[in-house]
């Protein structure tokens, strides 16, 4: 059973960049696509990019100019890093994989903005 | 790009009672890659239909999904006490990938 687990501070302060990591066990993170997905506090779910395991990326436009996607394939994992951080950035982070729909997702990391 | 409405915003109904959740595209989805998912208070995801209307491993008979072009519906025969929750669509044929605001289903 494939499972994703996040990690990474949960507190940014703003202007900084937020760095997150989610570990692949259960299988390999090769030949598969990974996605990173956030929700606000009480709101909805917003994409925010793929990657394939060869480290082809896709993102969102509305984020484009401060996400950056990457892979480690030696250790399973995949990583986020969101520059120009806002309070609007704060929101629960998920992994999960696939580029289209996902069925496998992380338990989800909440990532705070606050100086 | 793509957006997702999903209608109504909450939807209150008893157990047992049927449940049908509208999820309408500014565009057409692309091959019908259009997915649908639940949301318990403090869970991820999980996901249920994919396709339009496909289930997904595991996922109970009464849940269905119907739908193509711009208008999808899942639809809950019976709602058993786990079901209230907040239901996402998704649409993957195009880019960006996008979700819909999500409808609750409360119990009344």
């Known amino acids: 059973q494939v499972q994703l687990q996040e990690s990474g501070p949960g507190l940014v302060k703003p202007s900084e960049t937020l760095s997150l990591t989610c570990t692949v066990s259960?299988?390999?993170?090769?030949?598969?696509?990974w996605s990173w997905i956030r929700q606000p506090p009480g709101k909805g779910l917003e994409w925010i990019g793929y990657?394939?395991?060869?480290?082809?990326?896709i993102y969102n436009p509305s984020l484009k100019s401060r996400v950056t996607i990457s892979v480690d394939t030696s250790r399973n994992q995949f990583s986020l890093t969101l520059s120009s951080v806002t309070a609007a950035d704060t929101a629960v982070y998920y992994c999960?994989?696939?580029?289209?729909?996902?069925?496998?997702w992380g338990q989800g990391t909440l990532v705070t903005v606050s100086s | 790009e793509i957006v997702l409405t999903q209608s109504p915003g909450t939807l209150s109904l008893s157990p047992g009672e049927r449940a049908t959740l509208s999820c309408r595209a500014s565009q057409s989805v692309s091959n019908s890659y259009l997915a649908w998912y639940r949301q318990k208070p403090g869970q991820a995801p999980r996901l249920l239909i994919y396709?339009?209307?496909s289930r997904a491993t595991g996922i109970p008979d009464r849940f269905s999904g119907s739908g193509s072009g711009t208008d999808f519906t899942l639809t809950i025969s019976r709602l058993e006490p786990e079901d209230f929750a907040v239901y996402y669509c998704?649409?993957?044929?195009?880019?960006?990938?996008?979700f819909g605001g999500g409808t609750k289903v409360e119990i009344k």
């Open positions: 396709g339009a209307s």
């Open positions: 998704h649409q993957y044929g195009s880019l960006p990938r996008a």
């Open positions: 999960a994989r696939g580029d289209g729909y996902q069925k496998y």
């Open positions: 990657i394939y395991s060869s480290g082809s990326t």
């Open positions: 259960g299988g390999s993170i090769s030949s598969h696509y």
